[in-house]
Nanobody, 113 residues
């Protein structure tokens, strides 16, 4: 069964950085169109970033200038570099493949001193 495996979450102080990774496995196709979402406790899931098959990139207003999405075609993976982290970035982060309608399992990011 196809699945997306996430890694890289953890606890970081405000102003710090984390790099999230999401790698597809058991897929019968290459994933070129990726999205990242996040969900904080008691809130709706929030769209964070996407990269299209053509390489177009978009970010949510709350993360513009701080987060960078990229993909690694050889690994069939997507990454999210998170810099200048704020406490309000605390959430579970999910990668998503619209083509396969597949979600990652989620990885916890906690920004706290």
């Amino acid at each position: 069964q196809a699945q997306l495996v996430e890694s890289g979450g953890g606890l970081v102080q405000p102003g710090g950085s984390l790099r999230l990774s999401c790698q597809a496995s058991r897929t019968m196709f290459s994933i070129n169109y990726w999205e990242w979402y996040r969900q904080a406790p008691g809130t709706e899931r929030e769209w964070v970033a996407r990269i299209t098959t053509g390489g177009s990139i978009n970010y949510g207003d709350s993360v513009k200038g701080r987060f960078t999405i990229s993909r690694d075609g050889a690994k069939n993976a997507v990454n999210l570099q998170m810099n200048s982290l704020k406490p309000e970035d605390t959430a579970v982060y999910y990668c998503y493949s619209p083509r396969g309608a597949i979600w990652g399992q989620g990885t916890q990011v906690t920004v706290s001193s």
